[in-house]
Every structure is written in C-alpha cells, then in structure tokens.
C-alpha cells in the first residue's frame, strides 16, 4: 500500500509539473530526442522541453543538442532555397485546435529565437533566421525560416543539424535548443560563412547572461502577438554571403575571404544577442546590428 501510494505521489508529483512549467519546443522538423519524433532514437519525455540548464526536475543537458543521439532515420530533407514553416510543441496542449490560448506555454514573454544550420554536428553555426521579442508561440505557424539560396549539400548524419536556439525573456536566464537532424540538397560547392548562435546563460560555459526584449503586450505565458512582420520579411529577404549566387554571376571569380567586393563577409559572430558582420569597408570593432546588415545583403 505504501508502494502505491508513493507511485501515486510521484505521479501526481510529475504530472504538476508538466501542468505548471512545460516549456515548448520544436515540433517541426522532427527533433533529436523527442517522443513526437518517429525517428527519434531515445524518447525525451520529461526533459526534452528543458532548457539546458536544467531545472524543473531534470538534470544540465550538454551542448550541442542537449546531448540527444542522433536519430535512427534521416528523414527530413531541405532544398537550398526552401521556406520552412517551423512549428513548436508543448505537451500541456496535445491538440491545438481545441487550446485554450490563454493557458500556461511557460513562453517567458518571448525572447530570441535563432535557427541555424550547423554543417559539423552542432560545433559551427550559420544563423539562417532570427525571430524577435514574441517567439516561441505554439499558437502560430508563421515563423518562416528561409534555406540559404547558397547552402552546400549535406549529407553526412550527425552532422547535418537544423537548430533552434531561444533565450527566454522573462524568468531565469537560460538557454534552450533542440536540434533536428536533416538532409539538404544544394547548388554551391563553397562552405557558408559562421554567423554563430547567441552563446549566453549558460555558465560556465557560456557566461555572458542577457535578457532580449520580450512580448510586452501579451506579457507572460499565454499566446502572444506572433511572428513579427518584419522579422519575417527579413527572414524571407536574408541573404548570406560571399557564396551567393548573385555575387558569382557578378564576378565570374571566386570570392575568398579578403579578396574583393565591398558587401563581401569577412567574418562574423555575435555577442550580447546583437550580431556583428564584418563587412569589408566596415572596421571590425565597429559596432553592427545583424538587423541594420540584412538590407545591405539584399541590395548586393
Ligand atoms: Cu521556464
């Protein structure tokens, strides 16, 4: 009787938690370690919505990809070029057509959401997408995420990774990601260049701690405003170089890192959740927003 009764305990224990603090996560494409994942060589049902840090009755998870294994089948495939449609998950709303949106998705306010393609297994990153202020939100299917025109094939599983990154808003500093093992299918030959994720709240890892700005009006937990419109059209507009298109059928040469036109990347990386290119005519301690950037790389 005392067995049944502490399993009764512990469930009850498990299941209040889930009920009060179910983080989302990726549903679309198909996450490493999650049970919504067919494919998904080990079943993450407590954890797999923490954010690394832990907490909430789950251990730290590593860096990359929380340390899941990669999936036993590969099975999603991007075309360069390709909108995504990315779609979250949270296990307290199992059927979102009949939700209650004004119900606990633990959202934080929001925060900065980062996609991002890794062609080395989570250790290099080219950030591919960038959602401000209202992200995630279960209850929106609009956050659209481009496939660079220029990304290189891959096919090398493990390897491939499309990666959601998001720093919470409100609430404890954190870091979340979940990473989806993929194929993609591209034109270039050419390496894009590193334009790495946000590293932050995650000591002693990653130890700058930062607080993006969040979704003030729908302040807390519930739905909130949505993808926003500019972030969107930025997305859809982002072009990554120097390996465009573009600049090859401009140039008929090779675009080395150093070598010629004004618009050409010679590096990149971000801090403070603000991303600084280095463009070639800008000095590289300048201070650049990712955002401030992206109209210059559709105007190449
Ligand atoms: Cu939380």
């Known amino acids: 009787m005392k067995f049944i009764s502490a399993i009764i305990t512990l469930i009850t224990f498990f299941s209040t938690i889930s009920i009060v603090s179910a983080h989302s996560s990726m549903l679309y494409p198909p996450v490493r370690g999650h049970p919504k994942n067919p494919n998904a060589a080990v079943k993450d049902f407590n954890c ?46 199992p059927d979102i057509k009949t939700a209650d949106p004004s119900k606990d998705q633990a959202r934080h306010n929001g925060g900065l959401c980062e996609f991002a393609l890794s062609y080395d297994g989570g250790e290099t990153y080219t950030v591919i997408a960038t959602y401000h202020k209202t992200c995630p939100d279960i209850f929106f299917e609009g956050w659209k995420v481009k496939i660079p025109e220029n990304a290189p094939s891959c096919d090398n599983p493990g390897k491939c990774i499309f990666s959601w990154s998001w720093i919470n808003a409100v609430g404890d500093r954190e870091f979340y990601q979940n990473c989806a093992d993929i194929k993609l299918i591209g034109n270039s030959t050419k390496a894009l260049p590193i334009i790495d994720i946000t590293r932050a709240n995650l000591p002693p890892l990653f130890n700058d701690i930062i607080t993006p700005e969040g979704d003030p009006l729908n302040s ?14 930025a997305n859809l507009e982002l072009e990554i170089g120097p390996n465009s298109t573009k600049n090859q059928q401009n140039n008929g040469t090779d675009t080395q890192p150093g070598s010629s036109p004004d618009h050409q990347i010679l590096g990149a990386f971000s801090k403070d959740h603000e991303y600084c290119v280095f463009l070639k005519e800008r000095s590289p301690n300048s201070n650049c927003n990712y955002n401030m950037l992206r109209p210059r790389f559709n105007t190449v």
């Open 220 to 233: 807390g937990n519930a739905k909130g405003s949505g993808p926003l419109a500019e972030d969107v059209k």
């Open 48 to 93: 797999i919505i923490t954010p690394l840090n832990g907490g909430g009755g789950c251990a730290p998870k590593p860096f990359p990809c929380g340390g899941y294994p990669v999936d036993n089948k590969i099975v999603t495939t991007f075309e360069a070029g390709q909108v995504i449609d990315v779609k979250f998950f949270n296990p307290n709303f």
